[in-house]
């Protein structure tokens, strides 16, 4: 299997992975051919790409760190919930309850898989952003938590407080909040009062710990003190609010918005590794870029010598130099496929990874 951008897809491609509408139903399922009116409907929906079976793929399994069909149906509950809130309702108790358990299986699932990656390259439509996007951030934020060895009962904590992180925006105008072209400074001011508003109605309405909430209001904090709503810097802000600041801006980079397109992972793993010391918390900046591949499983690269390959595993504090499945030579000539460990194989210690290849 292997990822392909929606602009490389051609009509009889064969669907990998199941992709998902609005609101959770299976849009194309596996094995599906490809056909230039699906291609049409995944460009107008706005998916960056989607993963396909091929000959050169064939032997490549990708295994996420949570399962498929649980990411989806926590991203249509908590878009149930996020659509109750900004009808100025208070949250019920059985979507209390939803979220509590959505949590806690995110947790199982990451649990079982703490040895893994995050691999996968996210598949969301522009529409329901905000949703998959609280979902990720979650998932990444439990998946440091894992790594900092925290135990259940904060790992449920941190979970909830990511899930809910962006929970204020309901509260701001849609407007403000699609718009394409650069903020006014009012907007601004506007935006970024979500933080604050996410907050206050957490702890009025939302029987929630206190970290959980606390972690919500300081997502936005940064490490040097730049951040808002406080400005506070270094360890005065809260370890999950140090946490989500990390995976909320590098889910944020990597997803296209209404005013630009998504940075590739490799490109926002560098901004976050680039932002250590400064924006986020250098410690918890070395424990996700080892737990966050760079590049995918799956996905296509260009070398520097000009070869393209595609990735079939990553490494751990090595997350610039996976193993790699070689599928043309320096001239774009078809090879016989051959392996590269560019972590250990010495004769490749001066090559690197320069682009995503179209194959």
């Known amino acids: 299997m292997r990822f392909v951008p929606t602009f490389c897809l051609r ?40 993963y396909v079976e091929d000959n050169i793929s064939k032997d490549i399994h990708i295994k996420n760190v949570i399962d498929e069909d649980l990411r989806i149906k926590t991203v249509k509950g908590i878009k149930e919930m996020f659509i109750e809130s900004e009808k100025g309702n208070k949250i019920s108790t059985p979507r209390i309850n939803e979220a509590r358990l959505m949590v806690e299986n995110i947790i199982e699932n ?3 898989n703490k040895n893994l990656m995050v691999n996968m390259i996210d598949l969301k439509t522009f529409d329901d952003y905000t949703f998959y996007h609280s ?26 407080g990511a899930l809910m992180h962006d929970i204020g925006k309901v509260f701001i105008e849609k407007e403000i909040l699609n718009k394409k072209e650069k903020l006014t400074d009012d907007e601004y001011v506007a935006i970024k009062e979500h933080s604050e508003l996410g907050y206050k109605y957490l702890k009025e309405n939302f029987d929630i ?52 397109k998504g940075l590739l992972p490799s490109e926002a793993m560098e901004y976050i590794m680039a ?12 424990i ?44 774009g000539h078809m090879v016989e496929p051959y392996y590269i460990d560019l972590k250990n194989d010495k004769n490749y210690m001066n090559v690197t990874i320069v682009d995503i290849a179209d194959m």
């Open 288 to 331: 996700f870029v080892k737990k966050i591949a760079a590049y995918p499983i799956g996905t296509c690269v260009k070398l520097s010598n000009n070869i393209t390959a595609i990735v079939v595993d990553n490494f751990e504090y090595f997350v610039m130099r996976p193993k790699i499945k070689v599928l043309t030579d320096e001239n």
């Open 11 to 50: 009509e009889g491609m064969i669907v990998g992975k199941k992709l998902y509408g609005n609101n959770g139903q299976i849009l194309i399922s596996e094995n599906t051919e490809i056909r230039q009116s699906y291609i049409d409907k995944i460009k107008l929906l706005g998916f960056s790409g989607i």
């Open 110 to 112: 990451i649990l079982e």
């Open 275 to 286: 932002s250590g010391g400064s924006l986020f918390d250098p410690d918890l900046v070395k």
């Open 209 to 260: 710990p206190i970290t959980s909430y606390v972690g919500t209001l300081q997502h936005h904090e940064r490490f040097d003190g730049s951040g808002y709503p406080n400005g506070k810097s270094g360890k005065d802000i809260s370890l999950f609010g140090r946490i989500i600041s990390i995976t909320d801006v590098y889910d944020a980079l990597t997803s296209d918005r209404p005013y630009r």
């Open 135 to 160: 979902v990720n951030v979650a998932v990444l934020s439990i998946v440091i938590g894992v790594a900092l060895n925290l135990n259940k009962n904060e790992l449920y904590k941190l979970g909830l």
